[in-house]
Structure formats: C-alpha cells, structure tokens
C-alpha cells in the first residue's frame, strides 16, 4: 500500500493537518512585515514621483553644451505660426496692400466701434495730440514737442492705413503702440480719428437735413 508523504517539521516531527496549512490553520505569523513593506513600496513610488517632477531641464537663457550655438533655447522652425496668429489679412493687420496705403476701413463702422475708438484714444493719444487732435496734450503743455496737428491738409488727406501704420510702428517720436493696443483697437482709434477731423472741419452741409433745425436754433 502506497503512503502519503508526510510533512515535518524542521525538528523531523510529522506535522498534523492544521500544521500543514489547513483550514483550521492558524494565521501567518509575518503579519508584523506588512506595514514595512508597504513603506518600502510607497518609498519607491516615492522616488519616481520625484523624478517625474524634477526632470533635467535648463533654465531660461542657461547655456547647454548640446547643441552647437551653446544655446539651450531653440529658435522657432522657419514659417511656424502660432495657433489664431496667421494674419492673411493684410489690410486688417498691416494697413497696406501691395505696399500701398488702405483707404477704407476694413472694418464696419459701427456707433460701438467709434465709442471704442474714443475710450482708446483718450487713454492712449490724448496726452499728446490732445482731446480734439490738435496736438496740444497735456504732457506737450508741460514741454514734450508737439506733435501735428490732424487738421491740416496734409493728415486730413492722409489715407486712413497711414495712421495704422503710425499707431502700429511709430513715427518719429512717437513710439509703437502695438503691444498695448490691439489690432482691431487701431482701426477703432482710427475712425475716431476721422470723426475729429470732420468735426473741427465740418460745414453745415455735412449736417442731415433733419438735424440741422437743431444746430440753426442752438444758442451761439
């Protein structure tokens, strides 16, 4: 008759079926070594988050050895364009096409856009070519040079790109306001800037037949 192998211990005494690993068998006796290691696996996970976080990287303009212009920043690739900043529109973006000055807006001229234009106007022009576009702002009173006046013949007759074209890159003293003045805020300036012009310079035959009671019978 064939017998089972028996199971001992380490002392060679057999071992009764609770023992060997029964149902009835008591529990593990390691259960002190959970707590460490699940401290050593957290530890570990531990080490790759910080890796994770603290990655090797260059700080801005620190050299690197990498490349061969010992620069860590890159340049752009030749004709990237970032997302929203194509700019087809040349008359909207620059004020010319084909090297020529606009002469119409390339936006709608709306009762908002010349209240746009007013706000940045009195915010950004005013201190210098003055509430009416005479050039008699308040940092010109205080000695600043006066800039020209938009009244004379000359700006009057200018196309309305020329101004953009101003607003956006300069003039003479005049620094460019294209960062603090978006795109379509300049065309807004812009047809402000018309407005003052026909205003300071206007007849009463640029007056609307219906408003013109009112003009006549207002006190002088």
């Known amino acids: 008759m064939r017998r089972h192998a028996e199971h001992f211990d380490i002392r060679g005494n057999p071992l009764s079926r609770e023992g060997r690993g029964g149902h009835d068998a008591p529990p593990s006796r390691c259960w002190h070594l959970y707590p460490i290691v699940a401290l050593a696996l957290l530890a570990l996970t531990g080490c790759d988050m910080l890796d994770m976080y603290d990655q090797p990287h260059k700080e801005p303009f620190e050299a690197s050895q990498f490349f061969a212009n010992g620069m860590s920043a890159r340049p752009l690739v030749p004709g990237t364009v970032a ?14 096409v084909d090297g020529k000055y606009v002469e119409e807006l390339p ?12 706000e940045r106007f009195d915010i950004y022009c005013s201190m210098c070519h ?6 008699d702002g308040m940092i010109v009173q205080r000695g600043f040079k006066q800039p020209p006046s938009y009244h004379t013949d000359h700006l009057r007759n200018a196309p309305v790109g020329h101004f953009y074209d101003v607003i956006t890159n300069g003039y003479r003293t005049m620094m460019p306001y294209n960062i603090q003045v978006e795109p379509r805020d300049r065309w807004a300036i812009v047809a402000y800037v018309r407005v003052l012009q026909t205003s ?11 408003e013109r009671a009112q003009l006549e019978g207002a006190p002088q």
């Open 107 to 118: 936006v709608p001229l709306t009762p908002e856009l010349l209240a746009r234009g007013r």
């Open 83 to 96: 997302r929203g900043q194509l700019r087809e529109d040349d008359a909207f973006y620059t004020g010319s």
């Open 130 to 135: 003055g509430p009416t576009g005479r050039g």
């Open 200 to 210: 300071q310079n206007g007849t009463l035959d640029d007056v609307p037949q219906a």
